[in-house]
């Protein structure tokens, strides 16, 4: 007996009888009824079972977009701040460097000239914000691995420091 879908066999309800001639009329409907409960209950479980995939994908789509959405979000933030920095620490790195300039020589010279590696570490972790923030497609060329390396490691600078982690470069 098939096993119907819309009017679709997808299967077959196969019996048999050691004897022929077993099955009467009754026995017949009765067995394509079953076959016809049968089709009916692996369609529900299949359209069931299709059913929780959809709305497993779905769920996961809908976190993904979410999630997506939080870190545009988050690269607007963090552009808008970096833009917002860039400026004061252009004067803070220019007012150090002419300070450090007119002590040139003297003992406050030291002084002036830390806070002006200190301006210009900021500005390089301004860039790093803009260029994270910055969504463009990615390209392939040449790049200096050692920048590189130095880069990441300044993004984790203040983590490895509240860890007590020291970073050596062995750099070619």
Not at 42 to 47: A, D, Q
Not at 53 to 67: C, G, I, V
Not at 101 to 126: F, T
């Amino acid at each position: 007996l098939p096993l119907l879908d819309a009017g679709h066999a997808f299967g077959a309800l196969a019996i048999y009888a050691a004897e022929p001639d077993v099955f009467g009329a009754e026995e017949v409907n009765l067995l394509t009824e079953l076959a016809h409960d049968l089709a009916f209950g692996i369609v529900t479980l299949r359209t069931r079972a299709e059913r929780v995939r959809l709305e497993d994908d779905l769920k996961r789509q809908r976190e993904a977009n979410y999630q997506s959405d939080k870190l545009a979000a988050m690269g607007q933030l963090l552009a808008g701040v970096a833009h917002e920095m860039n400026n004061p620490l252009a004067v803070v790195a220019g007012r150090a460097t002419m300070l450090r300039q007119k002590l040139d020589g003297q003992p406050l010279a030291s002084d002036a000239k830390k806070i002006e590696a200190a301006a210009q570490h900021c500005a390089r972790i301004v860039r790093n914000f803009l260029a994270l923030a910055r969504q463009q497609p990615p390209e392939r060329g040449e790049v200096r691995l050692n920048q590189v390396v130095r880069e990441a490691v300044e993004l984790l600078a203040y983590h490895l420091r509240l860890d007590n982690v020291e970073v050596v470069f062995d750099l070619s």
